[in-house]
Nanobody, 125 residues
């Protein structure tokens, strides 16, 4: 059984930084794409960042470009997302997800089969 485990997050003042990490366990093959999504109260879940583990290509939502960076750890199926210059509107539950096949749209929720439980990120002004 595949398990997606997130860690990190927390509370920070606007302008600060946080890092979240994600590991996918229970794989017998290397996942193709891992991504971070977020959902704020009353809003739909949206794609934030994604990375292809094979080639390292990354994708970002316009709202986080230049501020967030997703990187792959040396360990397989582990990624981190460094979040800098955080804004109050970044406040949300952040979810990691795994797409075990080629994702045509890496920031599309429908591409992902396995999801973590989420980690809260709160940015206060």
């Amino acid at each position: 059984e595949v398990e997606v485990v997130e860690s990190g997050g927390g509370s920070v003042q606007a302008g600060g930084s946080l890092r979240v990490s994600c590991t996918a366990r229970g794989y017998t093959y290397r996942s193709n794409c891992m991504g971070w999504f977020r959902q704020a109260p009353g809003k739909e879940r949206e794609g934030v960042a994604a990375i292809y583990l094979g080639g390292g290509s990354t994708y970002y939502a316009d709202s986080v470009k230049g501020r967030f960076t997703i990187v792959q750890d040396n360990a397989e199926n582990t990624v981190y997302m460094q979040m800098n210059s955080l804004k109050p509107e970044d406040t949300a539950m952040y979810y990691c997800a795994v797409a075990p096949r080629y994702a045509l749209a890496p920031l599309d929720i429908a591409e992902y089969d396995y999801w973590g439980q989420g980690t809260q990120v709160t940015v206060f002004s």
